[in-house]
């Protein structure tokens, strides 16, 4: 059974960081693009970034260039979101999910699987 749990959620102040995880399994990972979104309270879901599954090119929306990083492991079937100098506008639940293929933007549509999400609160 496929499966995706992010971890590494929390209250932090802002300015501080976050590293968030997305451990895989059931699935051939290395085969598959993986996306993190989000979702505030009473807003719609966004695509913060993704990692495809190709070459490995990365994709940031504007709102966090520059501040987040998304990684990956293949060997770990891991993917990493470090956000640095977090501000409460990027307050909400991430969830993370895998796109069988190459994907260059988070488009949850495409998704397969997906996580429950992990709640991350930046305090002012």
């Known amino acids: 059974e496929a499966q995706l749990v992010e971890s590494g959620g929390g209250l932090v102040q802002a300015g501080g960081s976050l590293r968030l995880s997305c451990a895989a399994s059931?699935?051939?990972?290395?085969?598959?693009?993986i996306g993190w979104f989000r979702q505030a309270p009473g807003k719609e879901r966004e695509g913060v970034s993704c990692?495809?599954?190709?070459?490995?090119?990365?994709f940031y929306i504007d709102s966090v260039k520059g501040r987040f990083t998304i990684t990956r492991d293949n060997a770990k079937n891991r993917v990493y979101l470090q956000m640095n100098r977090l501000k409460p506008e990027d307050t909400g639940v991430y969830y993370c999910a895998a796109t069988h293929g190459s994907m260059r933007y988070p488009i949850a549509d495409l998704a397969d699987y997906w996580g429950v999400g992990t709640q991350v609160t930046v305090s002012s």
């Open positions: 990692i495809n599954s190709d070459d490995g090119s990365r």
């Open positions: 059931g699935f051939t990972f290395d085969d598959y693009s």
